[in-house]
């Protein structure tokens, strides 16, 4: 019955979005600049965007997950070494995607 509560899910796939994009664009390569560190950094997001929408479509993620995934994915982020601004960044990103491509 509250199944749609459970957030466990949701919690390992945005600690799991967050790892996929470090290992893409590590963040010692927030401050680099140049061509390069820009399409890593354009090639993790898009990566992570693409898994989130497709978790986003098998789970039909509501109100409350998509939160949850945002939440977690920011502070994953933060932890790893990434800038405040950078994980809000990513994690907006990320929300306002799943949330365009609604079933």
């Known amino acids: 019955m509250f199944g749609w509560l459970s957030s466990k899910e949701v919690v390992q796939f945005g600690k799991m979005m967050a790892l996929e994009f470090s290992n893409k664009f590590p963040p010692e390569m927030e401050s680099a600049v140049g ?12 990566g992570i965007k693409s898994k989130a929408s497709t978790f986003h479509k098998e789970k ?44």
């Open 35 to 46: 061509e390069k560190p820009l399409k890593l950094y354009r090639v993790a997001l898009n």
């Open 60 to 103: 039909n993620l509501g109100l409350y997950r998509k939160a949850k995934l945002g939440n977690t994915l920011k502070w994953e982020l933060r932890e790893r070494g990434f800038s405040e601004e950078l994980a809000d960044k990513v994690t907006q990103s990320i929300i306002i995607s799943i949330a365009s491509n609604q079933r």
